[in-house]
Nanobody
């Protein structure tokens, strides 16, 4: 059974940094598109960043370009999201997703909460 487990959430001050991790069981991100999404209170889930095949093309929402970096460590089968210059409005639950390339299989983590507040 495939599992994705996020970690790294917590409280951070505006302008601060945080790194999220998403550990995968049963596969490496070489054969998946790994993505991060977030859902702020009272809002719909939105795309944040994505990476193809672990080290290929990356994609970012316009609101995070230049501040967030998505990456993978395929040896450890982990997807990361480095977040810098965080803003209060980026308080949300962050979710990782792994979607198998060429199939409809996709997996979601349980989410990790980030609170950006002074």
């Amino acid at each position: 059974q495939v599992h994705l487990v996020e970690s790294g959430g917590g409280l951070v001050q505006p302008g601060g940094s945080l790194r999220l991790s998403c550990a995968a069981s049963e596969f490496t991100f070489n054969y998946y598109v790994g993505k991060w999404y977030r859902q702020a209170p009272g809002k719909e889930r939105e795309f944040v960043a994505g990476v193809v095949r672990g080290g290929g093309r990356t994609m970012y929402a316009d609101t995070v370009k230049g501040r967030f970096t998505i990456s993978t460590d395929n040896v450890r089968k982990t997807l990361y999201l480095q977040k810098n210059s965080l803003k209060v409005e980026e308080t949300a639950v962050y979710y990782c997703e792994a979607k198998a390339i060429g199939t409809n299989s996709e997996y979601w983590g349980q989410g990790t909460r980030i609170i950006v507040s002074s």
